[in-house]
């Protein structure tokens, strides 16, 4: 079973800036493609971003330009860097294999709260 810890969560003020990590036990993480989604209360989790094992990335429409997905292999360790956040940011933050397998089980997840 996959283990994912999410971290780096907290509340912000629009337009400020959050650095999330999502550290994973997956054996040979860097020939994984990676995702980051986010569950808003009262909505389905989303796909924000994923980023494949030579480091291409994608983006959901409107976070384009503001956030970045990045991994460093090395460290089994995948990383959302959060720019110019705004009030419909707000979301529990999770990482995942993209997509998500049977035993990559979903973790806690990071709070992230944007405040107007």
């Known amino acids: 079973q996959v283990q994912l810890v999410e971290s780096g969560g907290g509340t912000v003020q629009t337009g400020g800036s959050l650095r999330l990590s999502c550290a994973t036990s997956?054996?040979?993480?860097?020939?994984?493609?990676m995702g980051w989604y986010r569950q808003a209360p009262g909505k389905q989790r989303e796909l924000v971003a994923r980023?494949?094992?030579?480091?291409?990335?994608e983006y959901r429409d409107p976070v384009k330009g503001r956030f970045t997905i990045s991994r460093d292999n090395a460290v089994r360790t995948l990383y959302l860097e959060m720019n110019s956040l705004k009030p419909e940011d707000t979301a529990v933050y999770y990482c995942?294999?993209?997509?998500?397998?049977?035993?990559?089980?979903w973790g806690q997840g990071t709070q992230v709260t944007v405040s107007s």
């Open positions: 995942n294999l993209f997509p998500p397998r049977s035993d990559s089980h």
């Open positions: 997956l054996t040979f993480f860097g020939i994984n493609a």
């Open positions: 980023i494949n094992s030579g480091g291409t990335t």
